[in-house]
């Protein structure tokens, strides 16, 4: 880390207490599984482990102006400093932050009492004991994600070497709510896939004609329940067994046509089986599907088998 040496133990003493947070707020971020926890968790280590007097995290609103953010987090003596007068918290934009926003670089305000971008809440930062703050924007590449802020009970500049561990920590935060908005995503992505699967399979369990699943190599890994009730063989002993051995068609000649047909299908992804009356179609995943000649429906994957049956 570059800067000037700290000259006074006081300085030292800040030094020591900033890394300590950056430590700590790093293993709140391995450890975060949602976005409040995680902002919570990041404002009470800047207090608590870092000293100062006050810290909060604002969060762009989604479809909202990005030179105003909303409350999120918070910890330290500012109690009803962000917004006394409304139960909910409401957008806050304007001096520092703005400014923040808007340069994508901190802000430091060394003495707020003579600060005009405080604006109204100057004297109320005052009365709590907040004589400097430093803001910091949460950015995503282009976008705002809102901004982290922390407060000091004395006045003056800020170390070079405070300033370069905070905006670390900064980016640290920015970088731990994009993991968890990816997270979010997948997670949601898995269950509509699995909500998609269990009404698949609810649909094929019910299905009056016998159904099957065959794999690239000709084997059965799902047959519905009214396959048992057709057949003489328990669904569970047909997965992994090929659909060749299955006398799942009584006449010779229209069983070596469905074989001669399947062995088409499973060799190239261009080619379907088409039965006069009950064409194949295509499902929305890329699935083929056919219908034999006695009712029975097969379904196989999109990939071309390498070893059709025998």
């Given at each position: 880390m570059r800067g000037a040496v700290p000259s006074t133990g006081g300085e030292l003493a800040r030094l020591n207490r900033a890394l300590r947070m950056l430590s700590d707020a790093n293993q709140a971020l391995i450890r975060a599984s949602d976005v409040p926890t995680l902002l919570n968790e990041i404002c009470r280590i800047s207090v608590e482990v870092g000293g100062?007097?006050?810290?909060?995290?604002?969060?762009?609103?989604?479809?909202?102006?990005?030179?105003?953010?909303?409350?999120?987090?918070?910890?330290?003596?500012?109690?009803?400093?962000?917004?006394?007068?409304?139960?909910?918290?409401?957008?806050?934009?304007?001096?520092?932050?703005?400014?923040?926003?808007?340069?994508?670089?901190?802000?430091?305000?060394?003495a707020i009492a003579d600060d005009p971008r405080f604006g109204p809440r100057r004297q109320a930062a005052q009365d709590r004991g907040f004589s400097s703050s430093i803001v910091f924007?949460?950015?995503?590449?282009?976008?705002?994600?809102?901004?982290?802020?922390?407060?000091?009970?004395?006045?003056?500049?800020?170390?070079?070497?405070?300033?370069q561990i905070l905006t670390e920590l900064a980016g640290d935060i920015a970088y731990g709510l994009r993991a968890l908005e990816t997270r979010r995503e997948r997670d949601r992505a898995h269950n509509e896939l699995r909500a998609a699967a269990r009404l698949h399979r609810t649909l094929l369990d019910n299905l009056p004609d016998l159904v099957f699943r065959i794999e690239l190599d000709a084997t059965v890994s799902y047959a519905s329940p009214s396959v048992e009730r057709a057949l003489p063989v328990p669904t569970a002993e047909l997965r992994g067994r090929s659909i060749s051995e299955l006398e799942v068609c009584a006449n010779p000649a229209e069983r070596e046509r469905l074989m001669t047909s399947l062995r088409e299908v499973l060799a190239g992804p261009q080619r379907l089986a088409r039965w006069p009356g009950s064409p194949p179609g295509r499902g929305r995943d890329g699935s083929r599907s056919g219908t034999w000649p006695n009712g029975t429906t097969w379904a196989k994957s999109p990939a071309p088998c390498a070893s059709p049956p025998t």
């Open positions: 100062y007097a006050f810290a909060w995290i604002g969060m762009v609103p989604a479809g909202g102006p990005e030179d105003e953010v909303v409350p999120t987090a918070e910890a330290g003596s500012g109690a009803a400093y962000l917004d006394p007068s409304t139960p909910a918290p409401s957008p806050i934009g304007g001096g520092t932050i703005a400014e923040a926003l808007a340069t994508r670089t901190p802000v430091v305000s060394p924007p949460l950015l995503d590449g282009d976008r705002r994600l809102g901004i982290y802020k922390v407060y000091r009970g004395t006045p003056g500049p800020v170390e070079e070497q405070e300033l």
